[in-house]
């Protein structure tokens, strides 16, 4: 087919990504005016298969979205009861005062996966219509470079660039105005942060990586509602990092682990990490016996206020976490997604769905005005740990009125080389909570992908992997990847003579996109596989 050919649906507003920013969006716009035309594409196989957060929300957002909500809640939807915070050391547990921006008194535990699935129908009375499985591969343009819409990436491509006997032509989905909801670390947003220079001005973007499992365990074993967070072993003090625990009902207990991508340590393994916490004598004994549902893993936007880029560009928007909205002190994103959201979608409909002035509107709303009561906090703990804390405190007690910001670094540049970091003794124990290795957790995602298809994580020169990153930073790419997809395999062909090369097992990715942001080369970029590919959570 010639471009010429390829179908075209037109809406007045398409939306990439059915989260809770991309569906809040969509269900706020045809309540103002039912007659905009709204479509939401998702590039996971079923609305939710692709979310994954701790999570705990604020429901003031979906209070105000849909006031009956508590009539009818999601499926997993548990009050918080009460909140604890400890002090890790390896062998104990200190219970300490719960920072004044983590009380959740009046939130709610849910599995965001399945508010997501729990909204969409919602969304689609109203008219959105919501394709899952679709995955946007880029952006079109008019001739003025206007952002005029999304193309859906080919299906049926092998792996050698062929056309395999199902192949199928991407439409081209065309629309007065665009709105990214891709989440942290978009790889469209990506694109056109650089094409619009929406980050000048601004502080690099920083993210954090969260890998999450949730657990069935004797019912006795937990209180629905408790929310426990941690810090300290099994990460240094020069490493940004924590755990969640949250008890869910019916003996369901949603656990996970935040590592910081400003680590310096280029041995650092985040997954390693999380498995030592599970191994802690005060959470190890809530989960023996117990057997994993769901695994996965996400990047974390932790930015914050100093960071954020511009929001509009012509014939778009950016909310939610593909901006960068999500306040790192409470832990909590959701809420600040679904408010952002909210605003575009009034702003639009108020301005004949105009871009043009959101930018502005969201510097001047409660979004904002929130990340910057907590700018400086994030960035203090590059630092550590101890200054960290101190800073939070000041920060917190001075209610973020410092005649200062602090500023954020990227992510790619923060690792030490390994002949000049001295190595951390991390103290780890004997693991034998399940499971084994990541490759025993990739199951627990049940990602798919075919595998014959064109590898969708593109690396922009192979033989510096076996040359400059093998000799400066040991490759760290097989150690922050959650999944198992970097390999430094035998080669007696490899580059530069070097009997190496990289193996890239694409099957394994669960879309976290911790590559794209940690390659301290910056050679690695994420792409968009088929559409319907990738994990597929259960209640994550």
Request: proline share 7%; hydrophobic share 35%.
């Amino acid at each position: 087919m010639t471009e010429q050919e390829r179908d075209v649906m037109e809406y007045d507003v398409v939306t990439v990504g059915a989260g809770p920013a991309g569906l809040a969006f969509a269900i706020r716009l045809k309540q103002l005016n039912p007659d905009i035309s709204v479509c939401v594409i998702e590039k996971a196989s079923t609305i939710g298969a692709h979310i994954l957060s701790g999570a705990v929300i604020e429901p003031g957002p979906l209070d105000a979205l849909l006031p009956g909500w508590r009539d009818n809640p999601p499926p997993i939807c548990v009050p918080v009861t009460h909140d604890e915070f400890h002090f890790l050391t390896k062998t104990g547990a200190t219970k300490v005062i719960v920072p004044p921006q983590m009380h959740n008194k009046g939130n709610f535990i849910v599995s965001l996966g399945a508010l997501c699935a729990w909204l969409a129908p919602q969304a689609e009375a109203l008219g959105v219509e919501i394709y899952p499985g679709f995955a946007a591969s880029e952006t079109l343009h008019d001739e003025d470079g206007r952002v005029a819409g999304v193309r859906i990436g080919d299906m049926g491509i092998a792996k050698d660039g062929t056309h395999k006997p199902g192949y199928t032509q991407g439409i081209d989905i065309r629309a007065k105005v665009t709105v990214l909801a891709e989440g942290a670390r978009g790889h469209l947003t990506k694109r056109l942060i650089k094409r619009f220079d929406l980050a000048r001005g601004k502080d690099p973007q920083g993210y954090s990586i969260g890998i999450k499992e949730l657990w069935q365990v004797p019912e006795e074993r937990t209180s629905p509602g408790k929310v426990v967070h941690s810090l300290g072993w099994p990460l240094d003090t020069n490493t940004y990092g924590g755990s969640f625990l949250y008890h869910l009902d019916k003996g369901r207990i949603a656990l996970g682990y935040i590592s910081g991508l400003d680590y310096k340590d280029p041995e650092f393994k985040p997954w390693e990490a999380f498995q030592q916490w599970k191994n802690h004598p005060s959470v190890k004994p809530l989960l023996e016996g117990g057997s994993i549902v769901s695994a996965g893993a996400r990047a974390i936007v932790t930015g914050g206020f100093q960071s954020l880029p511009t929001v509009e560009m012509p014939g778009a928007l950016l909310i939610g976490d593909t901006a960068g909205t999500l306040n790192v002190p409470k832990i909590k994103g959701t809420h600040q997604a679904m408010k952002s959201a909210m605003h575009a979608a009034e702003h639009l409909a108020a301005s004949d769905l105009s871009p043009e002035g959101f930018d502005a509107k969201l510097r001047n709303s409660d979004v904002m005005h929130e990340l910057r009561r907590v700018r400086n906090i994030k960035p203090g703990f590059k630092k550590g740990m101890w200054f960290g804390l101190f800073n939070a405190a000041w920060e917190t007690v001075t209610l973020g009125l410092s005649p200062w910001t602090l500023k954020n670094k990227a992510d790619w540049n923060s690792l030490d080389k390994v002949g000049a970091h001295e190595a951390p003794k991390y103290d780890y124990v004997q693991r034998e909570l399940a499971p084994r290795d990541r490759l025993a957790g990739v199951y627990f995602a049940a990602t798919e992908h075919d595998e014959d298809q064109p590898v969708h994580l593109v690396v922009h020169d192979p033989s510096v992997c076996v040359t400059r990153c093998a000799a400066e930073y040991d490759n760290p790419c097989t150690r922050f990847c959650p999944a198992g997809v970097y390999e430094i395999v035998d080669d007696p062909e490899g580059p530069a003579n070097t009997g190496k090369r990289l193996q890239i097992n694409a099957a394994n990715c669960v879309h976290c996109k911790t590559c794209d942001i940690k390659d301290p080369y910056e050679i690695i970029t994420w792409v968009t596989p088929e559409g319907g590919a990738g994990p597929n959570y259960q209640n994550l």
